[in-house]
C-alpha cells in the first residue's frame, strides 16, 4: 500500500477498522443469533408437535363417540337416530326407510364394547352381543364431516 504523500491536512483515504474486542464481539453475535433461531424453530416445532398430537386426540374421541352414538341409538331401538350418524355416502346407499326396515330386521343389540380408534384407516372395533345371547366383533368405518370437520359412521362391516 503506498503511503501518503507529506503535507499538512493529508489523511489517508480511510480509517482502519478496529482490532481491540472484535473476535468476542463477533461470537457474541453468532451465538446471540443462533439462540434466536434455536428458540423461534424449537418454539415452532413443539407446536406442530403439540397440534398434531391434540388432532390425533380429537379424531380418537369423537370416533369413539359417534360410535358409541350410534351402537346405543341401535341397542335402544332408535333407528332414525342411528341413520343420522351416518356420512353421506352412506345416504346416498340406502334411505331412512331402508335402513330402519333393514336395522328392525337384525337382531337385536343388548350390549356392545367400543373399542379403540385406529387413527391411520379411521375404524373402531366393536364387540356386540345380541339378546340371543351371539357374539360378534363388527368394524365401524368412519369419514370425517367435509362441511362440519366432525366424525360420521360411513359402515359397519
Do not use: H
Not at 83 to 92: I, M, P, S, V
Amino acid at each position: 500500500m503506498p503511503t501518503p504523500p507529506p503535507g499538512p491536512g493529508v489523511a489517508p483515504p480511510f480509517a482502519a477498522p478496529p482490532t481491540e474486542g472484535g473476535r468476542s464481539r463477533l461470537w457474541l453475535g453468532l451465538g446471540a443469533g443462533a439462540l434466536a433461531v434455536l428458540i423461534c424453530c424449537g418454539g415452532g416445532g413443539t407446536a406442530v408437535v403439540g397440534l398434531l398430537v391434540s388432532g390425533v386426540q380429537a379424531i380418537e374421541e369423537q370416533g369413539r363417540t359417534v360410535s358409541d352414538d350410534y351402537f346405543r341409538a341401535l341397542s335402544d331401538g332408535e333407528f332414525g337416530r342411528a341413520y343420522d350418524q351416518l356420512c353421506e355416502d352412506a345416504k346416498r346407499r340406502e334411505s331412512r326407510q331402508e335402513f330402519e326396515r333393514r336395522a328392525a330386521a337384525e337382531p337385536q343389540i343388548s350390549s356392545y364394547k367400543v373399542g379403540a380408534v385406529d387413527t391411520v384407516t379411521l375404524t373402531v372395533p366393536v364387540e356386540v352381543t345380541y339378546s340371543g345371547g351371539g357374539q360378534e366383533r363388527q368394524q365401524v368405518v368412519l369419514q370425517q364431516d367435509q362441511q362440519t370437520g366432525g366424525m360420521e359412521v360411513c359402515g359397519v362391516n
